[in-house]
């Protein structure tokens, strides 16, 4: 596989698990707003995964559609960061999960958004206007609950520290991303790491709550299909009916 | 929820519209969310639109039993109504 294929279908990967573990909150959130926005970014990122997957199986060239990517392959072929496919939790953490992501998400598709393949560019565009809601809202909110009631405060500040560990992957550079660097098609991820980390900073000061320490140890692996326990119960809920009805559709 | 998340009224102004339009209700505890939950709410987000939220409280409304006293008036005066005038055929949707 190219390394564009490969750097390509993470990003869709990214957007399609992030988006099942927020449709779980469908029904479940702590208030009718909180439950429709919830879904509404999870429809978002859905759109954006479809994008990305559909280039990703093309620059493939095997003959794969979306839907067989998303569908049909198996925890070990996904190439998410572990930070997506972390469980709901509590609505801390889950809002947390989503800053991290979100902030990441911001400055990377700005970036991209300049990339040398005019597909990249037309992808993150249509991205772009949709993140730039996603950034500023998970960031309203945690300054809400950071500065909020005691309780609020702790339970964020938990989940900060609960889900800092992950932070690290999203700024780790392997091959494909260097060759995608390389000709011009991808920033450098220590570049979105610098604006993310002022970003984040920035957030959890207004919110009173602690940034971990940026040199702390980090845990990776999703790129490269090494994942935690959670995805493998994800996927097996998301690929129930491909796995079971081979080819249904409607 | 409700002593914390005080109750909004929404008015959208649609990409095409003129005005803004009472579009339905949600509860929010401040003017910023409130805002932010009409877009997710009410609009999923359509580029150009704009947004009020006005909280319930400050709305001053007409009690049912004055229907008559503010409206019949208008009503039963056929005059008032301009319906009889001819107009040129130019001028379209009046």
Redesign the interface.
């Known amino acids: 596989m190219s390394d564009k294929a490969t750097y390509v279908r993470r990003l869709g990967d990214n957007a399609l698990i992030l988006s099942q573990r927020l449709s779980e909150w469908c029904g479940k959130g702590p ?3 909180e439950d ?2 919830l879904t ?1 970014v999870a429809l978002d990122l859905i759109g954006q995964a479809r994008l990305w997957l559909a280039y990703a199986a093309e620059l493939e060239g095997a003959g794969r559609s979306e839907d067989q990517l998303a569908f049909l392959r198996d925890a070990h072929q996904f190439s998410n960061l572990l930070l997506v496919e972390q469980p709901n939790g509590n609505y801390a953490d889950t809002l947390v999960r989503q800053f991290f992501f979100d902030a990441w998400h911001y400055f990377l598709l700005n970036e991209l958004a300049k990339s040398s393949d005019p597909r990249i560019v037309e992808i993150a565009l249509k991205s772009i ?2 993140v730039t ?1 996603h950034v500023r ?1 998970s960031g ?1 909110l945690i300054v ?1 609950l950071g500065d909020g009631t005691e309780l609020s405060r702790r339970m964020v500040q938990q989940a900060v520290d609960q889900l800092w560990m992950y932070t690290g992957e999203l700024f780790s550079s392997d091959a494909a991303d260097q060759a995608m660097v390389q000709e011009g098609a991808a920033p450098a991820t220590e570049m979105i790491r610098t604006q993310w980390l002022q970003h984040v900073q920035e957030i959890l000061g207004e919110a009173t709550l602690q940034t971990p320490p940026a040199d702390a140890w980090m845990q990776s692996g999703g790129k490269q299909g090494k994942h935690t326990e959670h995805l493998g119960y994800l996927l097996a809920e998301m690929q129930f009916l491909q796995r079971a009805y081979p080819g249904a559709s409607w | 929820m409700s002593k914390e998340w005080p109750l909004w009224e929404v008015f959208i102004r649609s990409q095409h519209g003129l005005a803004h339009k009472h579009v339905g209700s949600l509860h929010a505890p401040d003017g910023e969310m409130a805002i932010n939950n009409a877009r997710d709410v009410y609009t999923r987000r359509n580029e150009g639109v704009g947004i009020w939220v006005v909280r319930a409280a400050d709305i001053v409304s007409s009690s049912p039993g004055d229907k008559g006293a503010l409206f019949e008036p208008a009503n039963n005066k056929v005059y008032r109504h301009p319906t009889f005038f001819p107009m040129p055929e130019e001028v379209k949707n009046l």
């Open positions: 208030a009718l707003e429709m926005a509404n206007k949709e809601y809202r309203d809400r």
